[in-house]
């Protein structure tokens, strides 16, 4: 089944509240200031059965001027929207201005109620009428239905559940997959139950038992208990007013403005870049101007910073940065509201394009270039800038956030796109990572280079340590992308990498003349020493090489199998070594030994034999004993 969210708005005691009672038979003004003062003050809610069956949460905002933050955290969740208007009074100061932030908002689907139509006649309610019809002109709102009605007689109201349910029919539903988020309007606890959150479910589902995350705090929690409209149930779908028991949460750490959502799935940032329009008849707002910003039950305070003018005027559109005092939770594609910090009025609004952006330098043609083209552009236009964005990549997941796209759905773009070469995907750990076709090219440029100058150094090497490649070239990008990265070039028959190294394609340490004969002779020298090695200077002297060349061959002997590396200073030929091992295995039946016991054995001195027994110590075929050791491998 699908869900939706109809609102009121207009001007105070235009009669919303009545009419909501009228529909529903709930009374939203809960609170004792409100019964006794007759207007509302908070965010009433009721469930609203039309006659095909079909059930909507209806929202009662506040109309007095004075709580037009209250009536912003409300709107914000609509899918229709009723216009309020008093037949009585007419089209008044917060009908307008609730009207210009149904258009900012753009809640296109909506119906203009004219209420107390008992206290008017007939010539009157038609000039009200005609002026409501004139003040919608230029807006969303536009060819909305005007239906006249009487919460007090009953007219009209039969014409209006009909409306509301012709219109829900083909109202959009919100998108039950993706990930959850519910703007928070409400928070309260109930004695032996905990902190327990309210509000709109624009996307996701939720059930018992889920994961959640409140943010911009990132207090981790799960759903303990759900109810829609007053009754228990496994699991919440978008487009549902719900209330949420929460686990493990303090009421005071949470408040309306906060947002419960999928852990990981939406940013919080403190720079937001957007479009913002200024209302026609605005002030004129600079450069860094204080404003308040007004995004589903949040307001928060910051500043404008505007990226293609010095100043916006009434009427204007303009691309802009916002410097928050506080993080925002956003998605590119949400629409917010402005209002000016002193006086509080409302100014303009518009749509997030970046919910998460760098610091930019104002009147750059390249980001404000960016920044139209993800305004404006098509989906796959839309990722394709994301993608190129990030220099280092990034995953399928955060791609599709910054999107504002369904997973699934960026998946198929990009392999569409990626099938032309405009990107590389690398499978990594259940995800997707995406790198733009130019980085990669200039990444494999400077892995080449890199390879390729380690090969000229180091020709009797097989490759670059791949840690240290990383470390050198690819310490930006996380690390689990990295053997992805290999794999895809070794797939091109670019490289060829070990669990150690990585070398070029087609590589092959080449030995010169000299240097066969060199490790021909090395090769017996320590097969003649046996137990006696030389050491390291001992070998250079005899050979007349360089301590740099000489290591070189003897790592290089190490890799062929032919030399044991025991330590910095000694190496043993295999031979030797595997002879010796034998021998202190055949030690080690009869119980522990001590070195004197395999000296003596080999015929070698304390000198070569320590050494040995630690390599064999470190290799975890023999353990110390006391002074003694014992031989532990098979």
């Known amino acids: 089944m699908e869900y939706i969210i109809v609102g009121t708005a207009g001007h105070v005691d235009h009669g919303k509240t009545v009419l909501v009672k009228a529909l529903t038979g709930v009374d939203t003004d809960r609170l004792k200031e409100e019964k006794e003062r007759g207007i509302s003050i908070e965010l009433g809610f009721a469930p609203l059965r ?32 009723m216009l309020v208007v008093a037949a009585d009074e007419g089209v008044m100061p917060q009908t307008r201005e609730h009207l210009a932030i149904i258009d900012l908002l753009q809640i296109k689907k909506g119906i203009i109620v004219i209420t107390k139509i008992d206290l008017v006649d007939g010539e009157w309610l038609d000039l009200v009428q005609e002026d409501v019809r004139r003040s919608v002109q230029g807006t969303v ?74 943010l911009p705090q990132g207090i981790k929690t799960k759903a303990r208990n759900l109810q829609v409209h007053g009754k228990n149930v496994r699991e919440a779908l978008a487009g549902q007013r719900v209330a949420v028991n929460l686990a493990g949460v303090d009421k005071e750490a949470v408040g309306r403005g906060s947002t419960l959502a999928t852990p990981g799935h939406l940013p919080s940032a403190r720079r937001i870049d957007a479009t913002v329009k200024l209302l026609s ?34 009427g ?15 998605l590119r594609g949400d629409r917010f509201v402005l209002r000016s910090y002193s006086p509080m009025e409302t100014i303009g609004g518009g749509v997030v ?87 990669m090219d200039a990444w494999w440029r400077e892995t080449e280079r890199a390879l390729t100058d380690f090969h000229c150094r180091y020709p009797l090497r097989p490759g670059l340590g791949k840690e240290e490649l990383r470390s050198r070239c690819f310490s930006q990008i996380p690390a689990r992308v990295f053997q992805p990265l290999l794999e895809q070039w070794s797939r091109e028959g670019r490289i060829v990498f070990t669990a150690g190294t990585v070398a070029l394609a087609g590589f092959k340490p080449d030995l010169t003349p000299k240097q066969k004969e060199l490790l021909e002779g090395i090769a017996a020298y320590y097969r003649t020493a046996r137990w006696q090695p ?76 320590l050494p040995f027994l630690e390599y064999l110590d470190r290799l975890k075929l023999t353990r110390r004993q006391g002074d003694k050791r014992i031989f532990i491998a098979n």
Not at 55 to 73: T, Y
Not at 316 to 330: D, G
Not at 587 to 602: H, K, M, S, W, Y
Request: with cysteine; glycine share 10%; charged share 25%.
């Open 316 to 330: 204007e559109n303009a691309l802009v940065q916002f410097l928050m005092e506080e993080p925002v939770v956003s």
């Open 281 to 314: 008849g605005s002030r004129t707002i600079e450069n860094r101007s204080r404003i308040r910003f007004y995004l589903g039950t949040a307001e928060i305070l910051g500043r404008i910073i505007l990226l293609d003018r010095e100043e916006i005027k009434g």
């Open 141 to 214: 709102l536009a060819d909305a239905p005007i239906i006249p009605v009487s919460a007090v007689t009953g007219e009209g109201i039969p014409e209006l559940l009909n409306k509301l349910d012709e219109l829900a029919a083909v109202t959009p539903p919100r998108p039950a997959r993706g990930g959850v988020r519910l703007p928070i309007d409400r928070v309260f606890s109930i004695t032996g139950f905990g902190t327990v959150v309210t509000g709109t479910l624009w996307t996701g589902t939720i059930k018992v038992g889920d994961d959640l995350e409140i």
């Open 534 to 609: 030389p050491d390291f200077k001992g070998v250079a002297a005899n050979f007349k090489v360089q301590p740099s060349e000489l290591e070189e061959l003897l790592h290089y002997l190490v890799r062929e199998g032919v030399l044991v590396k025991i330590n910095e200073e000694f190496y043993w030929h295999r031979e030797a070594f595997e002879e010796a091992v034998n021998v202190v295995r055949e030690l080690g039946r009869t119980g522990p030994f001590g070195l004197a016991e395999v000296r003596d054995a080999l015929g070698s001195s304390r000198k070569f034999i």
């Open 50 to 81: 039309l006659p095909s069956g079909r059930l909507l949460g209806l929202v009662d905002v506040p109309g007095h001027e004075r709580f037009i933050r209250q009536m912003l955290a409300g709107v914000g969740g609509m899918d229709l929207v």
């Open 353 to 439: 394009i970046d919910p998460d952006a760098p610091r930019h330098r104002r009147f750059d043609t390249n980001v404000l270039a960016s920044l139209r083209k993800k305004l404006e552009g098509t989906p796959g236009e839309v990722l394709a800038q994301i993608i190129k964005e990030h220099r280092q990549g990034i995953n399928l997941t955060e791609a599709a956030a910054a999107a504002a796209m369904n997973v699934d759905d960026a998946r198929e773009l990009l392999h569409g796109m990626a099938a032309e070469g405009l990107f590389v995907m690398l499978p990594c750990e259940h995800d997707l990572y995406i790198v733009d076709r130019e980085i």
